[in-house]
């Protein structure tokens, strides 16, 4: 079982960025795939991104697209979203994910990850 501890959410305004990370702790950091989902008030969590175990495959949701980067390092166990042009929709708490197996390609459903942070909070004023 992994640990996942999210930080560096906050208030920002519109066009704004932040960078959110999240830490790992538990298991071999390296050999699985990583997320980032998002839940607003009264909606369903949601695919955000993410990325390999390698770090070479990526994958966003339409929504973010050119605007949020996922980025890993897997010798310090830590998984990156730089999330820039920051909108208001974009207010929601985010959640940290681990894949539940090794070794395989980019994965963007709920159901492929098995473990998840405690969510931190990114509210974007207009």
């Known amino acids: 079982q992994v640990q996942l501890v999210e930080s560096g959410g906050g208030l920002v305004q519109a066009g704004g960025s932040l960078r959110l990370s999240c830490a790992a702790s538990g298991r071999t950091f390296s050999s699985y795939g990583m997320g980032w989902f998002r839940q607003a008030p009264g909606k369903e969590r949601e695919f955000v991104s993410a990325?390999?175990?390698?770090?070479?495959?990526?994958r966003y949701a339409d929504s973010v697209k050119g605007r949020f980067t996922i980025s890993r390092d897997n010798a310090k166990s830590m998984v990156y979203l730089q999330m820039n042009s920051l909108k208001p929709e974009d207010t929601a708490v985010y959640y940290c994910?681990?894949?539940?197996?090794?070794?395989?390609?980019?994965?963007?459903?709920?159901?492929?990850?098995?473990?998840w942070g405690q969510g931190t909070q990114v509210t974007v004023s207009s």
């Open positions: 990325i390999s175990w390698s770090g070479r495959s990526t």
């Open positions: 994910a681990a894949d539940q197996v090794k070794f395989r390609g980019v994965v963007g459903g709920p159901g492929d990850f098995s473990s």
